[in-house]
Nanobody, 120 residues
Framework: EVQLQASGGGLVQAGGSLRLSCAAS????????IGWFRQAPGKEREGVSC????????HYVDSVKGRFTISSDNAKNTVYLQMNSLKPEDTAVYYC?????????????WGQGTQVTVSS
């Protein structure tokens, strides 16, 4: 059973940083891609970033490029999202999700969310 556990959210001032973690279990890590998604109140869910655990390739939505970095520790079956220069518009519930690399959606399996609040 694929299980994803997101953590690391919190309250931070604009310009600050947070690191989110997604601990994964129940699947062969290297065969999967893990992504971070976010949903702000009243808005649709948005894909933020995704990493292939097979070759380390990464993707980012334009609004976070240069500020967020996704990485993985395959020995710990954990994916991180380092968020720097946070802005109030980054406030949302952040979710990690996974899919096989072959599927490529980064979003077939979902973990629970973690709240990120950026104050101005």
């Amino acid at each position: 059973e694929v299980q994803l556990q997101a953590s690391g959210g919190g309250l931070v001032q604009a310009g600050g940083s947070l690191r989110l973690s997604c601990a994964a279990s129940g699947f062969t890590f290297d065969d999967y891609a893990i992504g971070w998604f976010r949903q702000a109140p009243g808005k649709e869910r948005e894909g933020v970033s995704c990493i292939s655990l097979s070759d380390g390739s990464t993707h980012y939505v334009d609004s976070v490029k240069g500020r967020f970095t996704i990485s993985s520790d395959n020995a710990k079956n954990t994916v991180y999202l380092q968020m720097n220069s946070l802005k109030p518009e980054d406030t949302a519930v952040y979710y990690c999700a996974a899919s096989t690399v072959v599927r490529g959606t980064c979003s077939d399996y979902w973990g629970q969310g973690t709240q990120v609040t950026v104050s101005s």
